[in-house]
């Protein structure tokens, strides 16, 4: 099946990013609350109209430079044997993927986060995120070379409060000498209560793209997902899409970078044209 949108590179010459995060529930649709229960085979067994799905999260994601993916599968099952992101990223146009497996239940699952990128990334790293129960991960893609490098992040965070406080205590360490940082997924947690946790807020100072209500997607009342920022780049147009896709609604936000950074990303654009 071709591609529904070639792969496009960004230009950068508005020295602007598209950014997208969305937890996708393995492209399972979610409406209300008793899906939660009527709908809880999808987890483990294959659904024919999930293909469907993912073409139309295809034509979405399309419009974006760079989309943070959460519960994704990885090819198992459940997903008809479809690598999720990479299908995503095939569908979308992107010329880069990378795919984190987090919990691996064998051919059933293959619960994993995403990464679709029209930059080149100089360099990924996944991290396992620290909690009682294994199965958290983020990804940091670092885009360009240098002290003024853009570092950006896709992470998944643990339902627990205990939890999550280790896990930004973990991420605050890796995130406290960098420059120029994205931090955006599913942080299961609202902007109030990122804001108690001290060391996270010094290491990257919040600031805030304006936090949207998110979850549940068939009326939502919490700000789960983020885009968070540091104080060198600007955030321009803000929005949540009114997509159905899953129990979160994805959240997009345009990223103005200073010149510096804009500089070191050039090359990357380069590079992914050739």
Known sequence: MPPLADARLPSLDGGHLKL???NLQVGIQTSAYHHYLTRSWQHLLPHPKRMRRLDMMGEV?????????????????RSSHIN???????????????????RNLGRIAQHSNGLLSRLTPSRVEEHRL????????????????????????????????????????YLSEIIQPLRHVVVMGDLNCTPEQLH??????????????????SYPSWQPRRALDHILLSESLEAGEVRVLDHLFSDHLPIAVDVSLPAACLATLKPSAKLSSR
């Open 20 to 22: 997208l995060t969305f």
């Open 196 to 213: 108690t946790h001290d060391r996270f807020r010094s290491s990257l100072p919040l600031h805030p793209v304006r936090p949207l209500l």
């Open 84 to 102: 999720q992101v990479e299908y995503l990223a095939t569908q979308a146009g992107f010329p880069h993927h990378f795919q984190q497996l987090n």
């Open 130 to 169: 620290p909690g009682t129960l294994p199965g958290r991960g983020a990804i940091h893609a670092r885009f360009g070379e240098g002290p003024d490098a853009l570092h950006l992040f896709v992470a998944h965070l643990a339902l627990s409060h205990r939890g999550r406080v280790r896990q930004l205590d």
């Open 61 to 77: 994601l399309g419009r974006f430079d760079i989309v943070g993916l959460q519960e994704v599968d990885g090819g198992s099952f």
